[in-house]
């Protein structure tokens, strides 16, 4: 890796990620095309000043990750059908947000398995996080990461998405400082997306 992006790089960067995440929630026609190259450029800019950290081995990897991560579906699933009984009008906000950028044709579910998967987890936890770091204490840096990926959500009005993004953050961003293992949170990011987008989608 080479030298460290200074503060100035990295509030860049968080807001040109910010507006271009808003601009492709906001038109949808474009979305999967700007988001995945959105990510596939945010996964070359964090290898190089991010901190990538590794310190376990990958079948301990896959021992800690599947669980973790089929834990957080049965939790996202459950949560789902509770919403149907409790508040008709949050179901139908998650619902609206499965229905407009779910993946429907092979190369989405490429882009998300292959680059959105681990773009999101070198953006927000290799790069953002371990910069924010330098800045604030770790529980800060953590939050505050969770709050910069689930912001663009709720400013496109699914508030819902948004507290699912930034508890996903918190548990991610948690798991990376305690466990210090990018294995680890990728294998469960993309076990509970397989479940979710492929096995037994939600909708």
């Known amino acids: 890796m080479i030298q460290r992006a200074d503060k100035t790089t990295l509030l860049l960067f968080a807001l040109i990620v910010l507006i271009i995440m808003i601009i492709s929630f906001q038109y949808t026609p474009i979305f999967w095309f700007s988001y995945t190259n959105l990510l596939g450029i945010g996964i070359i800019f964090a290898f190089f000043f991010g901190n990538l950290m590794n310190k376990q081995s990958l079948p301990r990897s896959l021992f800690i990750g599947i669980p973790i991560g089929v834990i957080g579906y049965f939790t996202a699933i459950s949560i789902y059908n509770i919403l149907a009984y409790i508040s008709p009008v949050a179901f139908q906000n998650v619902k609206e947000l499965l229905e407009i950028y779910s993946p429907t044709a092979i190369w989405q579910y490429a882009a998300l398995l292959i680059v959105i998967v681990l773009g999101e987890e070198m953006i927000w936890r290799v790069y953002l996080q371990q910069e924010l770091k330098k800045m604030v204490s770790k529980k800060w840096a953590v939050l505050i990461s969770a709050i910069h ?55």
Do not use: N
């Not at 912001?151 to 948690?174: D, K, R, T």
């Not at 990018?182 to 479940?195: E, S």
């Open 149 to 203: 990926f689930g912001l663009p959500l709720l400013i496109c009005g699914f508030y819902i998405g948004a507290i699912a993004a930034f508890l996903s953050g918190i548990i991610f961003g948690g798991l990376y400082e305690w466990l210090k293992s990018l294995p680890i949170v990728f294998i469960a990011h993309i076990t509970m997306v397989i479940f979710l987008f492929l096995l037994f989608p939600l909708t």
